[in-house]
């Protein structure tokens, strides 16, 4: 068949859920980081990318890709003994990605943030629940502000 272009349908998936890690701090910084760098691993294997925003005790996650790999993945998440009250905010079927570069990156206030940093974090957490598609476009915004110290994989 001459011609025939396939293009695997997409889908982006906006949730929040509670950290139930009890480490504070440098120690929950680095535990974060791990999780990061490897669901940035697995993510790559299914085609999945995306982004962690860690604000307080709150994870917010945006994740684009193959929808059957978005449902296992989100599955997965929902069993994940270090998520509590794990809330599905938007899942659409999406013509691109917006966070094509990243496996899984992850933005976070540490004990080095500064208060803007801070303030842009808290802005995102509350305009998750009015506007997901403008959250969305706000943390994009805020990887594309914070490239040189974003943590990529």
Not at 10 to 23: A, G, I, K
Not at 46 to 66: K, N, R, S
Request: aromatic share 6%; net charge negative.
């Amino acid at each position: 068949m001459t011609g025939d272009i396939r293009i695997t349908p997409l889908s982006r998936l906006l949730y929040v859920s509670r950290c139930t890690m009890e480490e504070t701090g440098a120690a929950r910084d680095y535990l974060v980081a791990e999780l990061t760098e490897r669901s940035a691993r697995r993510n790559a294997a299914v085609q999945l990318t995306g982004t962690l925003l860690c604000v307080g005790d709150a994870f917010i996650q945006v994740l684009e890709g193959p929808p059957a790999a978005i449902e296992r993945t989100f599955e997965a998440i929902c069993c994940d003994f270090r998520h509590e009250d794990v809330k599905l905010i938007d899942l659409v079927p999406v013509r691109e990605r917006i966070f094509p570069e990243w496996g899984m990156v992850r933005i976070g206030a540490d004990a080095e943030a500064s208060v803007a940093l801070e303030g842009d974090l808290e802005d995102i957490r509350f305009l998750v629940g009015i506007n997901a598609r403008e959250a969305i476009s706000q943390m994009r915004r805020l990887l594309d502000s914070q490239r040189p110290t974003a943590e990529a994989a």
